[in-house]
């Protein structure tokens, strides 16, 4: 952590607020059908409320997760051209000798395959880094490295 705010790109940060209006819509929904009284049916009717009251709670914490991420964002400016950085595009040599162009970004995207977030083990091994630098990351098979060849396109 910085002693500023954390950067975070326009686009991330539209998207952050997006998915907060969503979440609140929905948090709303699911709060309007919890019963305002003591009186619960049979086991299945508090099954049900208890449910849709820890759908609440997930939402709340999730809602707080984000509110908290947009107070102390702060707008990136375009990413640093010498070193690896969010909104990089960095050519990674992995020890295999297999190369791969990624992107690093701060959320994930089904529609972006070449995307690593920042806060992943590879893309935070990479964070900082120029190129020429090998670097060393954990996965879930065990310890593994990775040189940046080049940043750009």
């Known amino acids: ?10 686009d991330t940060l539209r998207a ?3 998915e907060l209006a969503e979440l609140r819509a929905e948090r709303e929904a699911a709060a309007s059908t919890l019963g305002d009284d003591d009186t619960v049916g049979d ?10 009251a820890s759908d609440v709670a997930r939402l709340d914490r999730r ?12 707008i990136a400016g375009a990413p640093p ?6 909104g ?6 992995f020890e295999d000798g297999r190369e791969s162009t990624v992107h690093i970004g701060e959320l994930a995207d089904a529609d972006d395959p070449a995307l690593v977030t920042s806060d992943s083990p590879l893309g935070t091994a990479l964070t900082g880094h120029r190129p020429g630098d ?12 990775a040189t940046a060849v080049s940043l750009g396109d």
Request: net charge negative; glycine share 10%.
């Open 1 to 10: 952590m910085t002693d500023g705010p954390e950067p975070i790109s326009a």
């Open 134 to 145: 090998t670097v060393s990351y954990r996965t879930p098979g065990g310890p593994m490295s």
């Open 43 to 52: 086991d299945a009717d508090a099954a049900d409320e208890l449910r849709r």
């Open 63 to 74: 809602i707080a997760e984000i509110e908290r991420r947009v107070r102390g964002a702060g």
């Open 16 to 18: 952050l607020r997006e």
């Open 81 to 86: 051209s010498d070193r690896v950085g969010v």
């Open 88 to 93: 990089s595009t960095v050519t990674v040599r």
